[in-house]
């Protein structure tokens, strides 16, 4: 099992940055995939990037492609989502997740959950 820590969500002006972090413990954490949905007001919970535990692919949303950046730190235990060019739309609550494989982190069907960091964009 796995617990997740998410951080580094705020305020911030449209067009402007966001990194979120996601630290996990254990020390199976490079064996994980891991992936960031998000979830805003009235709304269910949508994909927003994922990656690979072995190679490091990266899958993303058609709405973040070319804005967001997945990445991670097996040596840190902590998966990253720097946003950049933020829109009002990218309002939401924003989830790390961690699984077995790379289809749990796109679906989040069997993930294991962080508790949820809110990103906030004003217009």
């Known amino acids: 099992q796995v617990q997740l820590v998410e951080s580094g969500g705020g305020l911030v002006q449209a067009g402007g940055s966001l990194r979120l972090s996601c630290a996990a413990s254990?020390?199976?954490?490079?064996?994980?995939?891991m992936g960031w949905f998000r979830q805003a007001p009235g709304k269910g919970r949508e994909f927003v990037a994922a990656i690979k535990s072995s190679d490091c692919i990266t899958y993303y949303a058609d709405s973040v492609k070319g804005r967001f950046t997945i990445s991670r730190d097996n040596a840190k235990n902590t998966v990253y989502l720097q946003m950049n060019s933020l829109k009002h739309e990218d309002t939401a609550v924003y989830y790390c997740?961690?699984?077995?494989?790379?289809?749990?982190?796109?679906?989040?069907?069997?993930?294991?959950w962080g508790q949820g960091t809110q990103v906030t964009v004003s217009s």
């Open positions: 254990g020390r199976t954490f490079s064996s994980y995939a």
């Open positions: 997740a961690a699984g077995t494989n790379i289809v749990v982190v796109t679906t989040g069907r069997d993930a294991y």
